[in-house]
């Protein structure tokens, strides 16, 4: 079971670039989770995904938009970066058919870590 | 505010020695409490869940204890190893629909 995959693992844009970043679930998984993480905070949560549908947003900008594809694959958007977009973007994977993002268990990805120059 | 406090922000202790972290939430309704641990660069790693109605629950050398009435948790580190130097974030979630609010972390350093 390879887990939860993440790629790519470290990405340098300019600002007004847009950027997409990439997320496998684990093997049995239907739900992909978004997390913003700054360096020496907790991460925040951008948004959920479940049968390919958004389910929850947090309190990110429409610059943020996301994908989930019909192997659970997700796929997360930024337009228009800020310098204030470098962050760790986790994805975190969890089983349920509800979706509800505080009953399961949520698996982490190594994260992708994006500079904005 | 964030309605997750953690404390210390961070932590330096010997190896061998015990530690225990805390945390101090307002998230209401309270459905479930997480400890993760994670270790630099990489993705949180869930070392324990507890629901209401748990007070102690334990992973190998983590315990943590759960107050429902006056909101605080604690995680415990017995005996610890150069390996547990990571950050311990407590993670608290409200209701069923409820996203998880996310602490700040405590940073733990353990050294020889």
């Known amino acids: 079971d390879a887990g939860v995959t993440q790629s790519p693992t470290h990405l340098i844009k300019t600002r007004g670039q847009q950027v997409t970043l990439r997320c496998s679930p684990k093997s049995g998984h239907d739900t992909v989770s978004w997390y913003q993480q700054a360096l020496g905070q907790g991460p925040q949560f951008i948004f959920q995904?479940?049968?390919?549908?958004?389910?929850q947003r947090g309190n990110f900008p429409d610059r943020f938009s996301g994908h989930q594809f019909p192997n659970y694959s997700s796929e997360l958007n930024v337009n228009a970066l800020l310098l204030g977009d470098s962050a760790l973007y986790l994805c975190?994977?969890?089983?349920?058919?509800?979706?509800?993002?505080?009953?399961?268990?949520?698996?982490f990805g190594p994260g992708t870590r994006l500079t904005v120059t | 505010k964030n309605q997750v406090e953690q404390s210390p922000q961070s932590l330096i202790i010997l190896e061998g020695k015990n530690c225990t972290l805390q945390?101090?939430?307002?998230?209401?309704?309270?459905?479930?409490l997480r400890w993760y641990k994670q270790d630099t660069g990489r993705g949180p790693v869930s070392l324990t869940i507890m629901t209401f109605s748990e007070n102690t629950k334990s992973n190998g050398r983590y315990t943590a204890t759960l107050d429902a009435d006056t909101k605080q948790s604690s995680l415990h580190i017995t005996a610890s190893q150069l390996s547990d130097s990571a950050s311990y974030i407590c993670?608290?979630?409200?209701?069923?629909?409820?996203?998880?609010?996310f602490g700040a972390g405590t940073q733990v350093v353990v050294t020889p």
């Open positions: 993670v608290v979630s409200a209701g069923s629909w409820g996203k998880l609010q």
């Open positions: 945390c101090n939430y307002t998230v209401s309704p309270f459905s479930n």
């Open positions: 995904y479940y049968e390919e549908e958004e389910r």
């Open positions: 975190a994977s969890s089983s349920g058919t509800s979706g509800f993002v505080s009953s399961y268990e949520q698996y």
